[in-house]
């Protein structure tokens, strides 16, 4: 039978029933239990000198306390008090050996229903693990917790011990002889650096031929049932007891192993194991999924699991390790460890799980944690992670077929691998790989990682380490080293964080200290940041280096170009430079007062060195200054204050210490005249004066005769197009068109209006349009001024056949076509008269002529997304050059949208047109949409009259303003 016992009123009244006030030899005190237990006791083990006799107040022999007992008990005073099955007994001082300090004790509480015994022969009580503690009389009663078949469970001394139904005196030194044969030697069990709740025993190792002897006794080879020739245990075991406790210290555990048992484990008493099978006197055990045996000698049935740490479903990992020394094992890993088993040198098995220094394993059923560094871990090409075991564990770049050492593995961090090799581990480094030498290793799981990479991806910036530096894991509340980077490596990195950088080191996220890098400017580095304070800023648009501002230290920028010794910067609507010397990289923008603001409303001059303001939180603190006497653009008026740009960032100017220039539209340009170079020149000088933040100027060539080439930028938008005009003499009213878009353009920008519904200053904000509003000037001239007009003019008029009427003249002063100079089946034009003329004339080789080499240079120069090349007779528009479907698809509804407000017929794409033209190498070399408007009705070989310009105003107005909006919103596809 089997009660729990939990009510000590209860019990103390049966106990007063069954036991005598006294007994001989040593008296019970008539003190009240419950009184003494009031006073202040102290728990202690008290070791006997010899046999000492227990009896009752009528001098009944009720037992003796065997000669060096070691037992429970407890102090008062100079006293000393045990147990005797619930009564509290006083000892003799002669009678002990040795009192030794004890952890504290609880009385035994219990129902005592139906568990009153009366010994009807001498007993033996012994402990759990089988070591003799006391006999009982004939006739003596004490109180048990089970009874089993061959023994009592009960408490004595305030511990668990066994009661023997029969004299134990031969059984139980047979089984002490045995288990003395079995013993395993603890010796060997590595505890260093691990608390448990007692101290481990140790025995006599088993010499190996003694061993031999045992097994081939215990074990016979018929098939797989084991039939020992021991004595069977005095316990009987049912067959379908599923766990069984072990009652003896180091109870051994078998492996059968070519037909021999070889000792494989121990297990400490009191411990509840789980068994596969049974036999007569063994059990059948698991260990690690190895079939392993446990002599039944040494257990008793057990009804108790281990649910606390139960293997249930866990299943082992593909991980084995071996044991290097024999190997203590606890119940947990963190807590208790309490040590339930000890595993032999030599045993390999699998793991149920890993921790930080612990390897959870399968010991009969049950999670035993044994120390990593205890095992060896076996490697195989499915583990994806390995963790250092060394303090020296180094990285190898392979360069050049030799192995150099460029970093350095922290003992006990994880890393994951990437290949698996006989000797190393491959590992990612930066853009590469590294090798680690498996010798100092271990297989790991990534379970124990947090800062795995499974998102980021290295930049384009590298960095050199200027000295050995530390990679730390942030992932915990604080730093962690999990690696060491070698001076001179260099090394990609993720991103830029102020004082830090964040790379991927071995498939981990880290982190190093900027200071310990360098990084070198290169061209894909945007931002930089001064060193000092009043870095100075030049304009370099004069003769010599002017200073027209001073940069603040700590402050980070924004650069446009990078050149040998300076960085190019934006300065309002203009560019400055800042000396490289002075500053150092910056990888990421770490300000956020970005501005894509390039357009101005108007300007203003500092009257004195000026600081330019950024809000942090609501304050303003000043990052740039202007030099005193500097005009200025500003693009917004915010009161008290004007907005600027600066660095490519907004920042604010006090209006009191400036003095504002608006900027008023003006209407400089009349399209409605036989417009001459010269006019054009001052109206181009003129639109940029007025509108200084919006409009620049360009001379991209010169012509023949030496006249300039201009381009005009109109916008601040860094996606730009192209749109030209009078590429042929006669043509010239298309330079009225172009000069007149560029006029109405800044006049709607400084207005904030529209044109055609589109937002012309939004547009030109993210856009540009280059306009070249005359590419031939010398043959414009021609035909308005007449053959005096040119540097040779008796060669001119002998082109012309001697006619001084120039009137229907294309070519340029030297008769030739600059439309049919550029390099797109150049060879293969037709209608060509061989020989200077007034048109047709494709040249001795393409661009021959200054005027359309400088269109060609300068649009090489340039990413414009798109093109307009302007003529003057037809209104047809060509679109189309030798494209491939998917662009001629895309080429095709932008023509469209000119069609939808020219209402120019489309010219149906040709299989083998004549080329030349600008808009056929633009289309073909630059491989973006180009376009050639023909504005007028069909007139014959002569200029388009003055008085058609409003009509083919109204159709063209919006084209410019439209494809810039087109290209910006499509920039990214082309």
């Excluded at 952890?103 to 009807?120: K, M, N, S």
């Excluded at 070889?262 to 063994?282: M, N, P």
């Excluded at 100027?697 to 009078?726: C, F, M, P, Q, W």
């Excluded at 469209?896 to 149906?908: D, P």
Aim: glycine residues 6%.
């Amino acid at each position: 039978m089997s009660k729990l016992v939990t009510k000590l009123a209860t019990k103390l009244v049966v106990l007063f029933i069954i036991f005598s006030i006294f007994v001989s030899g040593i008296p019970i005190q008539e003190a009240d239990a419950m009184e003494l237990n009031q006073e202040e006791q102290t728990p202690v083990y008290i070791i006997v000198n010899g046999d000492v006799l227990i009896k009752d107040s009528e001098d009944n022999r009720l037992g003796t306390i065997l000669k060096d007992a070691k037992i429970a008990g407890f102090k008062k005073g100079n006293d000393l008090f045990i147990d005797w099955f619930g009564n509290q007994v006083l000892i003799d001082q002669e009678d002990v050996k040795e009192v030794l300090p004890s952890p504290a004790t609880t009385i035994i509480e219990g129902d005592l229903d139906d568990l009153v015994w009366t010994a009807d022969s001498p007993l033996v009580v012994s402990t759990i693990e089988g070591e003799q503690l006391a006999t009982l009389e004939t006739g003596s009663t004490f109180f048990i917790q089970e009874e089993l078949e061959e023994y009592f469970l009960s408490y004595l001394f305030n511990e668990e011990v066994i009661i023997h139904k029969e004299s134990k005196e031969t059984d139980l030194s047979n089984a002490t002889e045995q288990i003395a044969n079995t013993v395993v030697d603890d010796e060997g069990v590595d505890n260093k650096n691990v608390i448990i709740e007692e101290e481990l025993e140790h025995t006599e190792e088993i010499a190996e031929q003694e061993q031999n002897e045992v097994t081939k006794e215990v074990l016979s080879q018929e098939e797989d049932v084991i039939e020992p020739k021991t004595s069977s245990s005095n316990v009987l075991f049912k067959k379908t007891d599923a766990y069984f406790k072990v009652v003896e210290e180091n109870l051994p555990v078998y492996e059968k192993k070519n037909g021999e048992l070889q000792l494989i484990a121990s297990l400490k008493g009191k411990q509840v194991y789980e068994r596969t099978r049974d036999y007569t006197s063994w059990h059948e055990v698991s260990l690690g999924g190895k079939v392993a045996y446990v002599p039944k000698q040494g257990t008793i049935p057990s009804q108790v699991s281990f649910s606390n740490n139960k293997v249930g479903s866990i299943s082992s990992h593909k991980q084995f390790i071996t044991f290097k020394v024999n190997t203590a094992v606890y119940d947990h890993y963190n807590s208790a460890k309490l040590n339930i088993a000890s595993i032999n040198k030599g045993v390999r098995l699998p793991v149920l799980k890993e921790y930080s220094e612990w390897y959870a394993v399968d010991l009969s059923g049950r999670i035993g944690y044994v120390q990593k560094k205890n095992v060896n871990a076996e490697f195989s090409p499915s583990h994806e992670y390995f963790e250092v075991t060394g303090d020296n564990v180094v990285g190898y770049k392979k360069v050049n077929g030799k192995l150099i050492e460029v970093t350095k593995l922290i003992n006990g961090q994880v890393y994951p691998r990437i290949a698996d090799y006989t000797s190393w581990h491959e590992v990612k480094f930066g853009n590469g790989t590294i090798f680690v030498n498996k010798k100092e290793t271990r297989p790991a799981s990534g379970d124990l990682l947090k800062n795995e990479n499974n998102s980021f991806e290295n930049s384009k910036y590298t960095v050199t380490i200027s000295k050995d530096t530390y990679v730390y894991d942030n992932t915990s509340s604080s730093l962690v080293e999990f690696a060491e980077l070698y001076k001179g490596t260099k090394y990609p990195i993720i991103s830029d964080h102020g004082k830090w950088i964040k790379v991927d080191l071995s498939g981990r996220i880290g982190y190093i200290r900027k200071s310990d890098t360098e990084i070198e400017f290169s061209k894909g580095i945007e931002y930089f940041t001064s060193v000092k304070a009043n870095v100075p800023v030049y304009d370099n648009s004069g003769k010599t280096l002017k200073v027209v501002g001073y940069l603040r230290s700590s402050e980070v920028y924004h650069r446009t170009k990078d050149y040998t010794s300076w960085h190019e910067i934006q300065y309002g609507n203009k560019r400055a430079f800042v000396a490289k010397d002075l500053t150092t990289p910056v990888l990421n923008k770490t300000y956020r007062n970005s501005s894509n603001k390039y357009g101005s409303v108007g300007s203003f001059k500092t009257k004195k060195l000026t600081a330019i303001y950024y809000y942090v939180g609501k304050k303003l603190v000043p990052f740039a200054s202007i030099s005193p006497n500097v005009e200025y653009s500003y693009v917004e008026d915010r009161g008290s204050y004007v907005k600027v740009n600066f660095g490519d960032r907004y920042g604010f100017v006090k209006k009191s210490q400036v003095s504002i220039k608006s900027a008023t539209a003006k209407d400089l340009v009349n399209p409605r005249v036989v417009y001459s170079y010269n006019q054009m020149v001052k109206d181009i000088d003129e639109i940029v004066a007025t509108y200084p933040d919006l409009a620049t100027k360009k001379v991209i060539g010169k012509s023949v005769d030496g006249r300039n080439i201009y381009a005009v930028k109109l916008g601040k938008g860094s996606t730009e197009i192209l749109i030209n005009g009078s590429h042929h003499a006669r043509e010239y009213l298309t330079t009225n068109i172009v000069m007149e878009m560029i006029d109405q353009y800044a006049q709607c920008y400084v207005k904030n209006s529209k044109i055609d519904g589109y937002a012309v200053r939004s547009i030109l904000d993210k856009a540009s349009i280059w306009f070249v509003p005359m590419v031939n000037p010398d043959g414009v001239t021609l035909v308005q001024q007449g053959h005096k007009s040119a540097k040779n003019s008796s060669q001119v008029l002998k082109i012309n056949g001697g006619n001084t009427d120039f009137s229907a003249w294309k070519a340029n002063v030297r008769g030739v076509d600059l439309n049919r100079q550029y390099p797109a089946g150049w060879n293969n034009i037709v209608s060509n008269p061989g020989k200077p003329a007034p048109q047709n004339y494709k040249g001795p080789k393409p661009l021959s002529e200054p005027e359309s080499k400088a269109m060609y240079d300068f649009t090489n120069t340039r990413n414009f997304k798109t093109s307009v090349s302007y003529h003057s007779s037809g209104e047809i528009l060509y679109w189309h050059f030798k494209q491939g479907a998917e662009r001629t698809k895309r080429d095709r509804e932008i023509a469209e949208m000119i069609k939808s407000k020219t209402g120019y017929a489309l010219v149906t794409p040709k299989s083998n047109p004549s080329g030349g033209g600008f808009t056929d190498w633009f289309i073909s070399s630059h491989l973006k949409p180009a376009f050639t408007p023909e504005i007028s009705p069909y007139v014959g070989p002569r200029p388009v009259p003055i008085k058609s310009f409003d009509s083919i105003w109204t159709e063209n107005k919006a084209i410019g303003i439209m494809l810039a909006d087109e290209a910006y919103k499509n920039r990214n596809s082309r």
